[in-house]
């Protein structure tokens, strides 16, 4: 067992929740060595031929990544690993934050295929495919961003990926839509955390209001700039925002589960070109973190 290798408790929590091998040929034979390798790369960020021996054929564990990551599959598996989470008691549900975070695009990133790209042996477009690439320009060139919920552990509850240029608030509501973790004695799956935090970022009136109709308790500083307008109108200008100082102090938890994240060294930088690959590469990190005790 190398460094980063998954453990044998690990991997027995893991095992249960991967693809079957189906059909002649023993296509997914020897899943852990190839989930190895594909951890290595994301821990390390190595180009895919540059892969040790140790976990075979790179071209395997490339092309395993690439297929999980368009047919939704690393998703299915990470929410397992949520929902077994879930049933012991170790997701922190009091305090969800939302935040986000650039990630600096490698010159490889660029030059993608025009064409649509296909999931691998269907007739059918990746789930997360953007006609954008998740691709955005400013000063420091190309970029991606990196939306996401984090919960009290320090661990990702939903990934979103957009171009670096896009903004946070109107990404508020597609992040929690995608927060639903399963119950393993069956029912409907939990979407909604107790109370969520974010920045000044998100503090635009729409995202209020998509808060109150779903019941969702909040802390969001209100910028002065809006307070001393809404002062100024009056009792037009509606009641003040509720705000606890306390509760607010939990935000940084979604800034360490970012770090968290970019230890995986092919999360900060992208080096992939396709969006839904990148977003498969920060899945898997966001897999190993779910894993681990």
């Known amino acids: 067992m190398g460094r980063g290798d998954l453990t044998h408790d690990e991997w027995a929590r893991l095992a249960p929740h991967l693809p079957k091998s189906a059909g002649r040929g023993g296509r997914w034979s020897d899943h852990r060595t190839v989930i190895n390798g594909i951890l290595f790369r994301i821990r390390t960020g190595v180009p895919w031929r540059d892969l040790p021996n140790r976990f075979g054929s790179w071209k395997t564990a490339y092309e395993r990544h690439r297929r999980w990551s368009a047919d939704g599959t690393r998703d299915r598996i990470v929410q397992a690993g949520q929902a077994d989470a879930d049933a012991r008691g170790q997701i922190d549900w009091s305090m969800v934050s939302v935040d986000s975070t650039s990630c600096r695009a490698h010159q490889h990133a660029a030059g993608a295929p ?40 320090l661990r990702p509850l939903s990934l979103l990926i957009t171009p670096g240029q896009w903004g946070d608030s109107p990404h508020l509501t597609p992040v929690l839509e995608r927060i639903r973790v ?65 509760r607010h102090k939990r935000r940084n938890e979604v800034e360490r589960t970012i770090n968290r994240l970019k230890h995986f060294r092919a999360a900060p930088t992208r080096y992939d070109k396709r969006p839904h690959v990148f977003r498969g590469t920060a899945t898997g990190a966001s897999l190993r973190l779910w894993l681990r005790p």
């Open 114 to 153: 025009r064409r649509t790209p296909r999931v691998p042996k269907r007739r059918s477009t990746p789930r997360q495919h953007r006609p954008d690439e998740g691709l955005g320009r400013s000063r420091g060139g190309l970029t991606s961003k990196i939306h996401l919920a984090g919960e009290g552990g």
């Open 182 to 246: 399963k119950r393993l004695g069956g029912g409907h799956p939990r979407t909604r955390p107790d109370h969520l935090g974010g920045d000044k970022a998100y503090r635009a009136r729409r995202n209020r209001r998509y808060l109150r109709r779903r019941q969702i308790k909040h802390t969001i500083p209100e910028p002065k700039d809006q307070r001393a307008n809404r002062r100024r109108r009056g009792s037009r200008g509606g009641r003040p925002a509720g705000f606890d100082k306390e």
